[in-house]
């Protein structure tokens, strides 16, 4: 298992915002993470009824990111592509609020398709092999500007 210590210096998450916690798996098209941060106080995309299921695309958003900068430093890139989320697609949820009490959630990405200038993946979260959320997600790499 990737601790999240080896994985948050490759992405702009920081602090709370980084709501995976480990990655238990990957490998070129594929990632499973994991994350108990839906049941923590200090998780930012909570409310006051807890965590809204629409708030799972974030997860998935974030294993995608940790998936291709674990695929670039494995490439052997030395440079962290920044990345920026534009379309979410079919995205299903099962219920509307997370439980905080169901342990921890299991969050997948498939990567479709990448390249110089993006990426498209599928996700879904799971808690305790329930299906919560599903989707598909692209991301576009920005050029730098002088």
Same mark, same amino acid.
């Given at each position: %298992?990737? @601790?999240? $210590?080896?994985?948050? /210096?490759?992405?702009? &998450?920081?602090?709370? %915002?980084?709501?995976?916690?480990?990655?238990?798996?990957?490998?070129? $098209? $594929?990632? =499973?993470?994991?994350?108990?941060? &839906?049941?923590?106080?200090?998780? /930012?995309?909570?409310?006051? #009824?807890?965590? =809204?299921?629409? =708030?799972?695309?974030?997860?998935?958003?974030?294993? %995608?990111?940790?998936?291709?900068?674990?695929? @670039?430093?494995?490439?052997?890139?030395?440079?962290?592509?920044?990345?920026?989320?534009?379309?979410?697609? #079919?995205?299903?949820?099962?219920?509307?609020?997370?439980?905080?009490?169901?342990?921890?959630? #299991?969050?997948?990405?498939?990567?479709? =398709?990448? @390249? #110089?200038?993006?990426?498209?993946? $599928?996700?879904?979260?799971?808690?305790?092999?329930?299906?919560?959320?599903?989707?598909?997600?692209?991301?576009?790499?920005?050029?730098?500007?002088?």
């Amino acid at each position: %298992m990737l @601790d999240k $210590t080896e994985f948050a /210096p490759l992405i702009p &998450h920081a602090g709370s %915002m980084c709501l995976l916690d480990g990655v238990l798996a990957w490998d070129a $098209t $594929t990632i =499973h993470a994991v994350s108990e941060s &839906h049941a923590r106080a200090d998780n /930012p995309l909570r409310g006051p #009824d807890g965590l =809204h299921a629409v =708030h799972l695309a974030e997860y998935g958003a974030q294993a %995608m990111a940790v998936h291709g900068a674990l695929h @670039d430093r494995a490439q052997g890139a030395t440079a962290v592509k920044p990345g920026r989320l534009v379309s979410l697609r #079919d995205v299903q949820l099962t219920d509307e609020y997370v439980d905080i009490l169901g342990g921890q959630l #299991d969050v997948h990405a498939e990567c479709l =398709h990448a @390249d #110089d200038s993006g990426a498209q993946y $599928t996700f879904r979260v799971e808690q305790a092999g329930r299906l919560l959320a599903s989707g598909r997600a692209a991301v576009i790499h920005p050029r730098a500007t002088r």
